[in-house]
């Protein structure tokens, strides 16, 4: 009986050994629960914008078709996709749009493999990001439509830009617009567009057609967005600790 409290005794010293936590695995703790809580709070941002820019889409001339959240493959990206935001099929041209949820002052320019947020945290070009998108999507429609596509990149009002002046000129093909402005930006570019061309690029059968084809290519099986989303996610790990 003696033999076997001593052994419960310190099998119970044992466990409460290894319950105790040291500063630094306190710390690990605290910095693992502060980064989970920081993507809860950024997903739920990135959605309440998602949300906002469907509104507007929707209020789009009816003439207008979109898709919301493309997954399509990529033989060219990491991943072998490419997840797009947003696409908007006009009379006009091919809107391709990649949104951004960040908050602070971005630095960066045409040019310019990464750009800065607050002047410290890197993050890639998103309109090299979105260049790669319409490569992928180039891949699914007839090649007389490639030349009319448009690039945007979207960023909420909690942003201030210090990027490159013609990036916010409407005669530039690539854009970088705020959330608010986004179908202001569209509209003005759309009426320049209709100045350049004198009638419409694309007829409504190849709107349809082009809207069919990229639905067509869309990927909903939630595993393969899963994965992709997963990897994306630990080249960004991977990525920041480097730094």
């Known amino acids: 009986m003696f033999l076997n409290f001593l052994f419960k005794n310190k099998k119970n010293n044992n466990s409460n050994k290894d319950m105790k936590q040291t500063p630094s695995t306190i710390k690990k703790t605290h910095n693992d629960v502060t980064r989970i809580k ?11 914008g998602e949300y906002k820019i469907d509104i507007q889409l929707s209020q789009m001339p009816k003439e ?10 990529n033989p060219k990206s990491s991943t072998g996709y490419s997840q797009i935001d947003h696409v908007i099929i006009t009379p006009y041209g091919l809107f391709v ?40 999507l180039k891949n699914f429609i007839d090649l007389k439509y490639h030349q009319y596509f448009i690039s945007m990149v979207s960023f909420t009002k909690r942003c201030t830009f210090k990027i ?18 986004l179908t202001e930006f569209i509209n003005r570019k ?20 082009i809207y069919t084809s990229f639905l067509n290519s869309n990927i909903v ?9 997963d990897s994306i996610q630990r080249k960004q790990n991977n990525d920041d600790k480097k730094d």
């Open 164 to 181: 490159d002046e013609e990036l916010r000129k409407i005669n530039s093909s690539e854009l970088v617009v705020y959330d608010i402005e």
């Open 97 to 136: 749009i990649e949104t951004k949820n960040y908050q602070g002052t971005i630095y960066g320019g045409k040019d310019r493999k990464t750009w800065l947020i607050n002047g410290k945290f890197k993050m890639m070009n998103p309109l090299m990001q979105n260049y790669g998108h319409i490569q992928a």
């Open 38 to 48: 920081n993507e809860q709070i950024a997903v739920r941002k990135g959605e309440l």
């Open 221 to 229: 099986d939630e595993s393969i967005r899963k994965q992709h989303v």
């Open 190 to 209: 759309v009426a320049v567009l209709k100045l350049h061309y004198k009638n419409p690029v694309l007829m409504k059968d190849a709107v349809e057609e």
């Open 64 to 73: 207008y078709m979109y898709l919301n959240d493309l997954l399509v493959k």
